[in-house]
Each structure stands twice: as structure tokens, then as C-alpha cells.
């Protein structure tokens, strides 16, 4: 005979329905267990009325919940039906909890559905992933209920709707509660437990409870004393029954806990600033995770309270609204009720109201603290333990987008560990946010806010210090990484770094470059927070340290910007070697745009201020710029003599790897001038140079100019191999423009040698990277016929044998008509790092 499991295990996991159907269905099971053991069919009405003298009817209303049976009745009912002793109690505990449920809900039977939901104003906009999410929850939870599922009752289900301070978590709980609330027609129930609320302190869970009870008709006289009944009998009344609850901005887990009803019947939607972890752990809550609106999003909620029309009409001004709100919704609701009261104002003046107010939250400020977002913020920040909150009032100052725990260290002035707790608080509070793991970011009216804090609290030393602390973390570490990029680079005396400072520790050249590629915002922002606190010495040292990386990875209209603040913050501390390093770095970039006049008068200037304070290594260098400049305009003969008089400077200053790079670019004027042996005199002996130097030493563009040399020569074999090194050696540094230069030398060199497929490969390599750098020589490079490769032509360009995905071609006319695409003004530079 197989055993049969106790109904006791059955009680412990009632199935879903109301107390009534529970024991209905534990009924039921008895009966079918009865009959297994029996070995024959169930026990029909008729038989158990001929055995009990009951009515067949009655016994009908017993099994399908319907009616309850009295006490002895029911004590007759399961000894017959074959229930142990054990079963017996627990049975009969259970038909009195079910009975006592039900004289309960009949007190409140005669009392109104409750429909508590607030009123919606505006029509919604955007959240279409969020309100998916809670309508994919609502298809699963209605799955599970009905009056004759067999499944486990699983705990209530509850989803949390969680998010930063004015982000829109009430707005996107009560518009979906309103759309869903047919499928909740025993009620909806809303209460407002003002877990941030900026001028009234939290709502009790006791408090909550007695509101939860009376909105379910519990009279005052009716309510138990005690918390613990209380709680049993908001749980008792609202079981089996199809109700929507909404648990508005919650402060945390614990206020929650106790207002989650016990059965899945009931659908719960929590709001709060609060993460809500030990929810989701230990009741299986669902997160809901807003952010502020996206640009579509934040449009479209301006078009449904300012009207498409208005919107349409000045739409650059209402994105510029967006930015100015960074598209948070409480902002962008107080900025549309401002222009609403203004329909005939142009939206620009009040664009330019909240630009030239970007420091304060004023512009936003209302009568209704529920609706000020300064208010909103002050609630979250008000809960912070005093180390997170001077962290936050501090990240303000931060050039952001975002930042690093290592950064936030240093901010704060201690190590990393030490401030992981108050960064953790932050992410919990909603006032930063980790959208990047190890990365954390608050926009910008958070910043404000931040700033308006720390204003108020510290003091103008303080506030400095903290500045210097920014400023050194990313000027250290920034350095470091330019070094390991470029470490031939002559290296420059840093500004010493103040006390608690941590620099993020770089391995290598890659993770330099990923560094330097994931702080590029942050570190072109800095520069500019230097220069407007007065920290000259780090603006141009910080600019210092981005060129190589700017430079090799094509952003030139970044260097341009830093440089030019570094030359600014420089020239007003008097500082002339900052001034130096900023006009040479600005020629660069010159060089690059093809702005060869600026670059010219930068230099010369450069090079009188090197005279002026006998840095000759550093007026070398001034020449090998200018020589680059003049060759970008035709002059190789001019060119020429400013290599030569860099070799001689560099010479005189004993700068061994100056002299070898300017040996080199002597070879390369000589080659474009067709002195090929002198040429390849020159290029041979900087290379023997660079390689007694070292590996960080060996220059790819010397290396070039040698292929270059070889390829005029006709020498393909022996240019092929060299242009493979150097595109090797660029590849790995990261110089992708360089990279790029150097591999049209390499198709160049296929096509002299009649390897039309290899030089096709290398040219569609080429492109791809010009592309990516958004040069100009892209669109040459693409208009190279098929016949300079040398292959039968079976289209007209070689750009239509790429396909979608790499539309390749051109080629650079540089053999007669000089360094560039046939025309200055194309923007192509050489090879050199200039």
C-alpha cells in the first residue's frame, strides 16, 4: 500500500482562493484519498447523505465552498471522510479561521468598493518598457489565480517601482493602475506613505494599517488592539479578493512589510527613491527601475501639455528645455506649467532664462513643495548619514558625466574602501546612479542641487581643497597613462598632489587607453574646471597629458578646445612654459584641420618663447612642428631646413631620441624632394639610432618614411615589410590616424608592385579607419577607381566593390603633388606625430 501524505503538509501551503474554497478544496482531497485507500471510486453525495442523513444538496454547498459546515458536522464530515487525529485538529483550525474570514467579510459587505486612485491630470507620456513590465507582471499573477488552480499559493505579488527623486515613480504607478484597474474589481486601494516627503515625517505602518482598514469599511470600534491582529485581519479580509494596492514613496522594506497582503489574489505596487533589496529577496518583488526620460520621451511630454503645434514650431529650443531639465520629469512638468501660463511667449526666452541660471534651482521653484524640485532633492538628501552627504555635496563640483569610486576617493580625501559605504548609500537613495558597473553618474540638476549644499555648508578653502583633490586624481593618473601610451614622450614636472589622493592604478598601454576612451568627457571637462578655479599649472598639464590621445584617436576638435583653455589659464598665471607646450599642442591640432596659418604664427611664437628661456630642446621640437606645417603648404625645401635646424638643437642638447626622430624626418624631406640615397642615408641611421634606444624608441613614422624611400626606389618587397612594421607598431599604440596614413603607403606599395587585391585590402583598411575618425581623406580614399589598383574594372569605382558595410576606396595623389588628396584644404596630414 503507498503512502499517503498528511493534509497537514497541505494546510502549511494552502492553494489559492478564499479561507472558505481552502478548506473546500482539503475537503475534496479527502474524499479522493478515501478512495484510493478504499480502492474504489469516491464517495458520491447520495452515499454520504444515506450515511450521515444530510441532504445531498447540503453536501454539494460543503465540497465547492459554498457553505460552511457547522462545527460538529464538520468534525463528523472528516472522521468519515478518513482523517487521523492529527488532520482532525488542523482541520478543524482551519474551518474556524475560514468561518471567522467570512462573518468579516460579511461585516463589510454593505460597505463601498473602495476606489482610492488619485486623479490623473496630463496625459501620460513615454515609460512604454516600464508599463510592459507591469502589464507582463499582471499577465503572470492573473495566470495564477482562479477558484480551481491547484497551485501552491505564491507570496503576494508585489512590484516596486523605484527611481531617483521627481523621475515620475507616482505618476507611472497611478496612470497604469488606473488602465488596469477593471481587472481589480473588489478595489483599488492608494496610500501616500511619505517616506521622502520634504515638511511631514513618514507614515507609520501602524498608521497605514488603520488606513488600509478603513478603506476596506473596518469601523474604528471594529479595529483589534493589537498590531499583530490588526495586521491578521487586513490580511484576512482582503484574501481571495481582486485588489490593485498602491504603497506610495516608501521610505524602506520595513514600513512596507507589514501592509503586504497574503494571498496572490492581490496585486501591491510599492514607489519609492529606496533600491528595495531585502523585497525583492526575501518576498520576490519585482524592480521597476526609472531613470529620467529619454529625448523622444521628454518631447513627447512637453507636446502633450504645451500642444504638438507649440512644440513643433521651436523644436531646437524646446531640446535645449530638455538639457536644462536634464529630462526629468518633475522639471519638465514645472517648466510646462510655467509656459502654459505664457502661451504666447516664445519658448526661447524661457530657455534663456534657465540658461543663464544653470548654477541655482530657482527657475524651478513652486509654491507646492510637492512639486519643487529642490524640495524633492532635500527630501532624499535629508536621510543621508553625514559622510555620504558631504560625498554628494562634493561630487558636485565633479566635471562629470560620471565617475569612479577611485575618483570619489579622492574627492572625499580617503582611501577607496573608506568610501564604497557612503557610495552605496548614494546608489540606495537614488542620489547617484551606477547605469555602468563601477561607474557612477547624477544629472544635472542633482549637481546643482549638490552645489547649492555645499555652498551653504563648507566653506570657501574647503570647497578649493576639494576642487585640487578632482583635479590631481585625473592629472596623475592621466599622466601616468599618457606616458604608457607615448613613452618615448619627453616627460614634464607635474604640480605636487595634495594629501589624500588616490590615482586609478593603469597596467598597461590598453587599459591606458581604456581609461583615457571611458574618462574622455570627464578629462576635457576638467581642463576647464582648472582654468575657472585658478589652477593654471594643472589646465595645461592636464591638457598636456590628453594630446597624444586626442591626437591619435582623431578628436582635434578637443584638443583644439583644451589647448586653448590651457593657453589661456597660462598665459594669465604668466606661466611660459604651459604657454609653450599649449601653442605647439594647438598647431597640432591645426595641422590636422588644415588650419596651416594659425599653426605657423603658434609656432613662431612657440619657438621666441623658447629662445627666450634657452629651452632648446623644446624650440627643437617647435621646428619639427613647423616643418610639418610647411610641408602640409608645398614648402618641402623650407621644411627641410627647419628639420635641420631641429637635428642641430637636439644635438646641442644631448636629446639622443630628438635627434634620432629629426634624422629620420631630414630622411623624409629628402625623399619628397626625390634625393632617394640621401634619403635612405638618413632614414637608415635613425633607425640604428631608435633601436640602440630601445622599444619605446622605435618609431613607426621613421619607419614609414623608410618604406617611403624603398617604394621610390622600387624596392617593393623591402617598403612592403617596413610599412607592415610601422602599421604594426601604430596598431599597438593606438595611433589610428597614423595607423591609417601609413597603411595607404602600404596599398600604395601593392599597386607599384601589381598586387591589386593586397593593395585593395589595405586601402579598405585605411578607409574604414578615416571613416571612424570622420577625416576627410575618406571621401578621397573612396573614389579610387578600380584601374589604380590595376584590376579589370567591373565597376566604375572601387567604393561599389564593398557593399553596405565597407564602402571602400581612394587614394592620395602625393608622388608630384605633394602630402595631401591633390589640395591643402582636404585636412590630410602625414604620417608624423608633429
Not at 380 to 389: C, G, N, T, V, W
Not at 410 to 439: D, K, N
Amino acid at each position: 500500500m503507498t503512502h499517503e501524505p498528511s493534509l497537514v503538509v497541505g494546510l502549511e501551503h494552502p492553494v489559492v482562493g478564499t479561507p472558505a474554497e481552502q478548506v473546500a478544496h482539503l475537503l475534496r482531497q479527502l474524499r479522493r484519498r478515501q478512495a484510493r485507500q478504499c480502492g474504489g471510486p469516491e464517495l458520491t453525495y447520495r452515499e454520504l447523505a444515506a450515511r450521515t442523513g444530510w441532504s445531498i444538496g447540503t453536501f454539494a454547498g460543503y465540497f465547492n465552498g459554498q457553505v460552511m459546515p457547522p462545527t460538529d458536522r464538520f468534525d463528523m464530515l472528516v472522521t468519515l471522510l478518513g482523517a487521523t487525529p492529527v488532520e482532525r485538529g488542523a482541520l478543524a483550525t482551519a474551518r474556524d479561521r475560514a468561518q471567522e474570514s467570512r462573518r468579516r467579510s460579511k461585516a463589510t459587505t454593505d460597505s463601498p468598493v473602495p476606489r482610492q486612485l488619485p486623479l490623473v491630470g496630463f496625459p501620460f507620456a513615454g515609460r512604454t518598457r516600464e508599463l510592459a513590465g507591469l502589464d507582463a507582471l499582471l499577465r503572470r499573477q492573473t495566470a495564477d489565480v482562479g477558484p480551481e488552480s491547484v497551485r501552491v499559493v505564491p507570496a503576494g505579488t508585489v512590484a516596486v517601482v523605484c527611481g531617483g527623486a521627481g523621475v515620475g515613480k507616482t505618476s507611472l504607478a497611478v496612470h497604469w493602475a488606473h488602465r488596469v484597474a477593471g481587472h481589480f474589481p473588489d478595489g483599488q486601494i492608494f496610500v501616500n506613505l511619505r517616506g521622502f516627503d520634504p515638511g511631514r515625517p513618514p507614515v507609520s505602518p501602524a498608521e497605514a494599517r488603520l488606513d488600509l482598514l478603513d478603506a476596506l469599511g473596518v469601523s474604528a470600534r471594529a479595529v483589534p488592539r493589537s498590531g499583530a491582529a490588526q495586521e491578521g485581519l487586513y490580511r484576512s479580509l482582503v484574501a481571495g479578493r481582486r485588489m490593485l494596492i498602491v504603497l506610495d514613496d516608501a521610505r524602506d522594506a520595513d514600513q512596507i512589510r507589514p501592509l503586504l497582503p497574503g494571498t496572490s489574489s492581490c496585486l501591491t505596487v510599492v514607489t519609492s527613491r529606496s533600491q528595495m533589496t531585502g523585497l525583492a529577496a526575501v518576498e520576490g518583488a519585482h524592480h521597476i527601475e526609472l531613470d529620467v526620460l529619454s529625448l523622444a520621451e521628454a518631447r513627447d511630454l512637453l507636446a502633450r501639455r504645451l500642444g504638438s503645434v507649440r512644440v513643433a514650431a521651436e523644436l531646437e529650443t524646446v531640446d535645449e528645455l530638455i538639457r536644462c531639465c536634464a529630462a526629468l520629469p518633475l522639471a519638465l512638468a514645472v517648466v510646462a506649467a510655467r509656459a502654459g501660463t505664457r502661451p504666447t511667449f516664445p519658448l526661447a526666452a524661457l530657455a534663456e532664462e534657465l540658461r543663464n541660471a544653470r548654477d541655482t534651482l530657482d527657475p524651478f521653484a513652486t509654491e507646492d513643495p510637492t512639486a519643487d524640485p529642490r524640495a524633492a532633492f532635500a527630501g532624499s538628501y535629508r536621510q543621508l548619514r553625514p559622510p555620504a552627504a558631504k560625498l554628494f555635496r562634493w561630487i558636485g563640483g565633479h566635471p562629470g558625466p560620471d565617475l569612479t569610486a577611485e575618483a570619489a576617493a579622492s574627492i572625499a580625501g580617503v582611501p577607496p574602501a573608506a568610501v564604497r559605504p557612503a557610495l552605496a548609500e548614494l546608489t540606495r537613495a537614488r542620489l547617484v546612479v551606477e547605469r555602468v558597473p563601477g561607474r557612477y553618474a547624477m544629472h544635472d540638476l542633482l549637481r546643482v542641487f549638490a552645489s547649492e549644499q555645499t555652498r551653504l555648508v563648507d566653506g570657501p578653502k574647503r570647497r578649493r581643497a576639494v576642487v585640487r583633490r578632482i583635479l590631481d586624481h585625473y592629472l596623475r593618473t592621466a599622466y601616468t597613462a599618457a606616458m604608457l601610451l607615448y613613452p618615448a614622450g619627453d616627460p614634464i614636472a607635474l604640480v605636487p598632489s595634495a594629501p589624500g589622493v588616490t590615482c586609478e592604478g593603469l597596467s598597461d598601454r590598453d587599459h591606458a587607453r581604456r581609461w583615457l576612451e571611458n574618462e574622455h568627457r570627464v578629462l576635457v571637462g576638467a581642463v576647464g574646471l582648472a582654468a575657472v578655479h585658478g589652477f593654471a599649472a594643472h589646465a595645461w598639464q592636464l591638457a598636456w597629458a590628453l594630446t597624444t590621445y586626442l591626437d591619435w584617436r582623431g578628436h582635434w576638435q578637443d584638443l583644439v578646445a583644451v589647448q586653448g583653455i590651457a593657453l589661456m589659464a597660462a598665459t594669465q598665471a604668466g606661466n611660459e612654459v604651459g604657454r609653450i607646450h599649449a601653442l605647439r599642442f594647438l598647431a597640432r591640432a591645426g595641422n590636422r584641420l588644415g588650419r596651416y596659418a594659425d599653426a605657423h604664427a603658434q609656432l613662431e611664437e612657440a619657438i621666441d618663447l623658447c629662445r627666450r628661456i634657452g629651452d632648446r630642446a623644446g624650440e627643437a621640437h617647435c621646428h619639427l612642428n613647423l616643418s610639418l606645417t610647411l610641408e602640409l603648404s608645398g614648402r618641402y625645401e623650407a621644411a627641410l631646413e627647419h628639420a635641420h635646424t631641429a637635428l642641430n638643437l637636439f644635438h646641442v642638447a644631448g636629446h639622443r631620441p630628438g635627434y634620432a626622430s629629426s634624422l629620420g624626418v631630414v630622411g623624409w624631406y629628402h625623399a619628397l624632394l626625390g634625393r632617394y640615397e640621401r634619403a635612405l642615408d638618413c632614414c637608415r641611421q635613425a633607425v640604428k639610432l631608435q633601436t640602440e634606444l630601445g622599444s619605446p624608441h622605435e618609431s613607426p613614422a621613421t619607419l614609414d618614411s623608410l618604406g617611403y624611400t624603398y617604394h621610390q626606389l622600387g624596392r617593393c618587397a623591402e617598403a612592403a615589410v617596413t610599412y607592415q612594421r610601422a602599421v604594426t607598431l601604430y596598431r599597438e599604440s593606438g595611433d589610428r590616424y597614423h595607423e591609417a596614413d601609413t597603411l595607404v603607403h602600404l596599398g600604395d606599395c601593392h599597386q607599384l608592385a601589381g598586387d591589386g587585391e593586397a593593395a585593395l585590402v589595405a586601402w579598405r583598411q585605411a578607409l574604414n579607419i578615416f571613416d571612424d575618425l570622420r577625416h576627410p581623406a575618406a571621401a578621397g580614399l573612396r573614389a579610387l577607381p578600380l584601374s589604380w589598383a590595376g584590376l579589370t574594372p567591373t565597376t566604375d569605382m572601387v567604393a561599389d566593390t564593398c557593399g553596405p558595410v565597407a564602402p571602400l576606396t581612394g587614394r592620395r595623389a602625393r608622388f608630384d603633388a605633394g602630402y595631401g588628396l591633390g589640395a591643402p584644404e582636404a585636412g590630410w596630414a602625414p604620417r608624423r606625430s608633429g
